[in-house]
């Protein structure tokens, strides 16, 4: 890091959210709040069944309606071209292969509530009034939509997705002896359920599409301008420059906008049939079917391990869902394979076609999964070898990463189990299930260990400084609520020694330096390292400048010779020789020094394993004669390399906990698989924890100096939060009832 003798450090301090105020007073624009003149108005017309062909459309009544302009459906569509990998960044994150939904090209179904038309028209109300008197006429075949009753017809995912991905995934791994199961001297094998779910964010997916001569200008919700823009350029057949994709601010999203879905192409197209700008936005009931979700998964996974509870074998299956036109993958069992000490380990990896939207990366996807799987399995066999919880994963605490032999960058989960077990009072807890009460409760504490590995991806950012003694910090990263605006500011301002008030952050549009996805909690060490290279790099032409000038009383001073402090550089030698960055470019009438750096990572991943861990504690209380589960106390540790913010990365795990106690408790997308339809169409039938549902949660992190990671030492957090909560909810309630739940979410009808 740099040194800022003079500026009080900032990073790891709790700072506000710079974006805070203007999402509580309205002044955050959202994609679909941008105002454009002449606005018109498109409503999704979806498919009603799941699997089968489009015969006829009959649009003439919707088109007969005032303020219709114009009705779209593959009949009459513009032909567009989907390229045949959705993502075009770069190979570490890429949510699926194959070839994205041909939307409006031709007549194949392929999931219900897929966008059959588009009605534009006037006003919103015209549209959606029109949109009802579409009439479509389908040749049905029956639908497939439940694994179980496919399972027949596996298949290993050819794609090796996201290959450069440092974690890979493999699909089938054998690590050491494959026959160690049925030699181990106590043995727990079970299988775990996870229905589909939707990630529900508060922002619904919109855009808003206005062409201008050839080139278009995108508001669209997104997770990743750079992408979008490179994806619509290549459906429609024109340069990057001429796609302008802007979204400074998201409503939550949880991986639903880290992809382009149809919206975003449905919208251009629409906007080009109407020569004027459309805004599309997708209703709460096609969100269900409008974007991808946590597929639904079946897991198998056996422990073997001796009597004195050390893992001898490790045998994990997991079976998942994915769409009939792509294959959709994810880090399902990388956690099984480096999380514990076992010797001796087997993970299989399926997926099942069915007549589904594509699953999509959703709150730690995979990783989330898989290790509510493996830390439910870890408390069963705790209960047959009659050991502690959290002593069993104590003894099988790997002490390097066994799946490829590296050493940690850094790992200090072992003083976030006792920190945890500290803080939440793991201690007066009795092993015997139904054994503590509280009342007419019975009350039940659970734990679990959380696991994510540091995604590290290319990405550029831009650092300016103003003649005035302020700066900017650019990039086209996006924040969908953890903090980045804010910490790229607190990045940049710490690295060009600047007061915070100085620096302003700038992101959420493709005009601006390309930047990585923004997920697999990766942004803050990859955009994170753009920022505080770019802001070294503008301060060094500052100091060349300088240096160099005859008038200035820096000149012939190195790097290695000045400190950078409050917006002046002076000598180490003598700090009253030097002068503010205001003198230096003022002297040489420049308005600004800038620069643009590129960051990505070297060869760290060869060398070591980088992952965030956290331990998760978690207390219930259960109604005993009406299976009511109320979680009353939740207490998080977690060891995330150097803290950026304090503020904002404690509300990033304690917002992962929510979503992990929904994930346990409450979430569940319900297919009726005589229709092929999902039931649920709105947030009345999906239930995302409310405020009665969150009792008192608590996040620490255990401080980790980690210089192997990026240059900040940040391993990002905010998915290892989700990763083992949903277990350790079941873990729990275990322990308070005596009935284990492998199959989420945990409802009262399971309980009694
Ligand atoms: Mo996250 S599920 O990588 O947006």
């Keep these: 890091m740099s040194q800022t003798v003079g500026n009080p450090p900032l990073i790891g301090k709790p700072i506000e959210r710079i974006d805070g105020r203007l999402k509580v007073t309205g002044g955050a624009r959202y994609a679909a709040e941008f105002k454009r003149e002449s606005v018109t108005y498109g409503v999704l017309v979806m498919s009603t069944i799941a699997n089968g062909r ?118 089938d791994v054998v690590r050491g002896d494959p026959q160690a199961l049925s030699k181990a001297e106590v043995v727990v094998d079970e299988t775990y359920t996870i229905p589909i779910e939707h990630h529900n964010p508060m922002e619904l997916l919109s855009t808003i599409a206005e062409w201008s001569g050839g080139k278009l200008t995108l508001h669209d919700k997104t997770q990743w301008v750079s992408n979008v823009q490179g994806y619509i350029a290549l459906v429609f057949g024109i340069p990057e420059e001429d796609v302008q994709v802007i979204c400074p601010f998201i409503g939550g999203a949880f991986g639903s906008s880290l992809r382009p879905w149809s919206h975003p192409v449905v919208a251009a197209m629409a906007a080009r049939v109407v020569r004027r700008p459309v805004k599309l936005v997708v209703t709460r009931k096609q969100m269900f079917s409008s974007h991808g979700h946590r597929p639904y998964t079946v897991q198998r996974v056996a422990l073997g391990a001796s009597r004195d509870g050390r893992l001898t074998a490790i045998v994990h299956e997991g079976y998942a869902q994915t769409s009939l036109y792509e294959e959709n993958t994810e880090n399902l069992l990388n956690a099984t394979r480096m999380l514990y000490a076992s010797p001796n380990c087997i993970t299989k990896y399926r997926l099942v076609r069915g007549n589904v ?90 734990m679990a260990t959380g696991t994510y590995p540091m995604y590290r991806f290319p990405s550029s950012a831009r650092a300016r400084i103003f003649s005035d003694g302020t700066a900017v910090v650019q990039s086209a990263a996006s924040d969908m609520g953890p903090g980045t605006w804010t910490t790229m500011k607190i990045i940049g301002a710490e690295a ?232 350790a909810v079941a873990n729990a309630a275990y322990h308070a009832t005596g009935k284990r739940i492998r199959q989420l979410p945990i409802t009262l009808d399971k309980l009694l």
């Design 54 to 171: 489009i015969r006829t459309i009959d649009a003439r009544a919707a088109e007969a309606q005032p303020g219709v302009l114009a009705v779209i459906t593959h009949v009459n569509a513009p032909r567009v071209r989907f390229p045949e990998r959705p993502q075009t960044v770069d190979d570490y994150v890429a949510p699926a292969f194959g070839r994205s939904l041909p939307v409006l090209q031709d007549d194949t179904i392929y999931f219900n509530g897929q966008p059959v038309a588009v009605v534009v028209a006037e006003t919103l109300e015209q549209a959606e009034y029109a949109a009802t008197l579409v009439r479509v006429a389908y040749d049905e075949r029956k639908p497939v939509t439940s694994l179980e009753a496919e399972m027949a017809r596996v298949f290993q995912p050819q794609e090796g997705l996201g290959k450069n991905s440092p974690t890979g995934r493999p699909a």
């Design 357 to 446: 939207q594509t699953p999509l990366y959703m709150r730690a996807p995979g990783e989330c999964s898989g290790v509510f799987a493996l830390d439910s399995a870890m408390d069963e066999l705790a209960y047959k070898l009659k050991i502690d919880p959290l002593e069993l994963r104590i003894r099988n605490h790997a002490d390097k990463d066994l799946s490829n032999g590296l050493p940690w960058s850094s790992k200090s989960l072992l003083e976030c189990y006792k920190q945890g077990a500290e803080r939440f009072g793991w201690s007066r807890r009795t092993m015997e299930p139904r054994s503590m009460r509280n009342g007419r409760y019975l009350v039940g504490m659970g």
């Design 496 to 727: 060009l020694a600047l007061d915070l008030s100085r620096v302003r952050s700038e992101l959420g549009d493709s005009t601006l330096p390309k930047a990585a996805v923004h997920g697999g909690s990766a942004t803050t060490a990859s955009v994170g390292s753009a920022v505080h290279e770019a802001s070294l790099a503008a301060r060094a032409k500052l100091l060349a400048l300088a240096s160099g000038d005859e008038r200035s009383p820096l000149r012939g001073a190195t790097e290695a010779q000045v400190s950078f402090a409050n917006g002046r550089i002076s000598l180490k030698s003598d700090s009253s020789r030097g002068e503010t960055y205001s003198d230096i470019l003022r002297r040489n009438r420049m308005e600004s020094i800038e620069a643009t750096v590129e960051s990505k990572p070297g060869n760290e991943y060869e060398k070591f394993s980088m992952h965030a861990f956290a331990a998760h504690f978690v207390e219930v209380r259960v109604d005993p004669e009406l299976g009511v589960l109320r979680v009353s106390r939740a207490v998080s540790v977690c060891g995330g390399g150097r803290i950026m913010n304090e503020q904002t990365a404690r509300t990033q795990i304690t917002g992962a906990v929510v979503g992990g106690l929904g994930m346990a408790l409450t979430e569940e997308t319900v297919m009726d698989h005589r229709m092929g339809r999902i039931v649920n169409s709105s947030l009345a039938e999906y239930h995302v924890p409310v405020n009665a549902d969150i009792p008192q949660i608590e996040a620490f992190f255990v401080e980790e100096r980690d210089d192997k990671v990026n240059p900040l030492g940040a391993k990002g957090i905010g998915e290892v939060g989700y990763v083992g909560v949903a277990a």
